[in-house]
């Protein structure tokens, strides 16, 4: 039985050691978020959370090491960052591509 209590202690002692760096009710996101971490050598875990009894929401932890925290953080940011900047250009080229239809109709 001593050898149970000790890999139970080494099983939370793993779960402590790791860190959320997000949380999403989107599990493609959270996917996406677990492929960008491991193509960038971080080892990631993906776990579904249940908190709605406690008043939470139902979503899925992003979890990494927390050796790995704020270098996955960097990560998921520029690549938001990079998401969002492709979004306002990709706006910007459908407003272009109306107002030159509008010229064309004129001549």
Do not use: W
Request: proline share 2%; charged share 40%; hydrophobic share 35%.
């Amino acid at each position: 039985m001593a050898k149970h209590r000790k890999r139970t202690r080494k099983s939370q002692a793993k779960l402590q050691e790791l860190a959320t760096v997000a949380f999403t009710e989107d599990a493609e996101l959270a996917r996406d978020y677990e492929t960008l971490l491991k193509s960038n050598d971080i080892p990631v875990i993906i776990k579904e959370q249940d908190q709605s009894e406690q008043g939470g929401v139902k979503g899925i932890a992003v979890m990494v090491p927390e050796d790995f925290l704020d270098e996955a953080h960097v990560i998921i940011e520029s690549q938001d960052a990079y998401d969002d900047f492709y979004d306002f250009a990709l706006e910007g080229e459908d407003e272009d591509d109306l107002d030159s239809d509008l010229f064309e109709d004129e001549l």
